[in-house]
């Protein structure tokens, strides 16, 4: 199975990820740019385990070279073996896959470098900044009762505009979750302003924040510096991940 997948194949082997071959169930068009799969796992939930925001790598071909993307489990279920995958649609190989995926078709995904670990103390506020590729993630941190990070109230910096984030699946709490819409402009120009006009008024205003980063490469690079540097979050308060690259 992991034959032909270049470097990043030969490197995770050597790292002992394991393989496995998911298998399509079910579809669900969620809006015009977003999509939802149900696939059975070939024996991963069993194999691996499940803990908060657990992702798998897919790999895709883009041109004959092995291409692969991070996707974040949806209601993942052990003893059915199966769980959701969601896609954000925009141009690209995945996007591509997953547009045209009916029930039947496989595709291999590898286990490695996934992994959560809970704040200790628990945060007494949790700061979020995300977008449409990392919601399923946003959905696995917060979800819609007791979460991941406890009972915590968050804030959630969106980048998207509440029309186009009309009819995606938010599992947040709007009693205990605020979120706040912004527009992507400027290649994430306009959210870094807008999360270092926000962000250390909260953070000054609780005693143990914890800080959760994962939108575009170059905007999570820009925010997480900002925030270890400038406010001075230290890093076992802080996760930091960039979910694709802006072309």
């Known amino acids: 199975m992991a034959q032909g997948r270049g470097w990043e194949g030969a490197v995770l082997r050597m790292m002992r990820a394991k393989d496995f071959t998911l298998t399509v169930t079910g579809t ?9 799969l149900r696939l059975s796992d070939g024996g991963l939930l069993a194999a691996t385990g499940v803990h908060p925001t657990m992702w798998v790598r897919l790999w ?15 209601d ?14 925009h141009d690209g190989v995945a996007s591509d896959w997953a547009r045209a995926a009916k029930p039947g078709d496989t595709i291999e995904a590898t286990v490695q470098g996934t992994g959560f670990t809970s ?4 945060p007494s506020h949790v700061l979020v900044i995300g977008d449409p590729a990392s919601l399923p993630a946003v959905n696995s941190l917060l979800g819609d009762g007791e ?3 406890g ?17 995606l699946p938010f599992l947040t709490d709007p009693a205990r979750h605020e979120i706040r819409h912004v527009p992507r402009r400027d290649s994430g120009g306009h959210l870094v302003e807008r999360v270092k006009a926000e962000l250390p008024g909260l953070l000054r205003a609780t005693p143990d924040p914890y ?9 999570t690079r820009t925010l997480s510096a900002y925030v270890r540097k400038e406010l001075g979050v230290p890093k076992e ?11």
Not at 119 to 122: D, L, Y
Request: proline share 7%; charged share 20%.
């Open 60 to 74: 895709f071909k883009n041109a004959g070279r092995p291409h692969q993307r991070a996707y974040t489990l949806v």
């Open 237 to 247: 308060r802080l996760h930091a991940l960039g979910y694709w690259r802006a072309s």
């Open 28 to 36: 669900q068009d969620v809006t015009d740019r977003y999509r939802r």
């Open 151 to 167: 009972s915590a109230p968050a804030t959630v910096w969106f980048e998207n505009s509440a029309e186009d984030s009309a009819g």
């Open 211 to 219: 800080v959760w980063i994962a939108c575009d490469t170059g905007t």
């Open 147 to 149: 979460s991941a990070l």
């Open 76 to 89: 993942p279920d052990p003893a059915a073996g199966a769980f959701g995958l969601e896609f954000a649609l």
């Open 119 to 122: 704040p200790s103390p628990a």
